[in-house]
């Protein structure tokens, strides 16, 4: 059996166009049956259920992209958060050795200061 391409969705002109072939008014009567609108009605709810399908799949789709990219985006920053507070420590603790070595020079200064004055 062949597959019958799908048909490409209609812009809103070629949808009137359509509709008023298919229910042509001939004689100031509508040239078209129950069955005729019973049958383009059922087209039109498959169709419009078709539409509401793939919206469907594509919210969940966005969803969950969605969601991978927040739980990517909070590893990333957890990352970076801990990498800051690595590098904040090792900051602290070189500011802290040279506080120590500057009052250590500091007090070297002042001994040498009192001894010279001693003299």
Do not use: C, Y
């Amino acid at each position: 059996m062949m597959r019958r391409p799908a048909a490409k969705p209609m812009t809103i002109v070629q949808l009137k166009r359509h509709m008023d072939r298919r229910f042509a008014i001939i004689n100031g009567r509508l040239h078209a049956t129950k069955d005729d609108v019973s049958a383009l009605n059922g087209r039109m709810d498959h169709s419009f259920a078709e539409v509401l399908r793939r919206l469907d799949s594509l919210n969940d789709k966005m969803d969950s992209l969605f969601k991978s990219t927040n739980a990517r985006m909070d590893r990333l920053i957890a990352a970076t958060n801990d990498r800051l507070d690595q590098r904040f420590n090792e900051l602290d603790s070189k500011i802290v050795e040279r506080d120590r070595i500057f009052t250590a020079f500091e007090r070297r200064i002042q001994d040498l200061e009192a001894g010279a004055g001693r003299r």
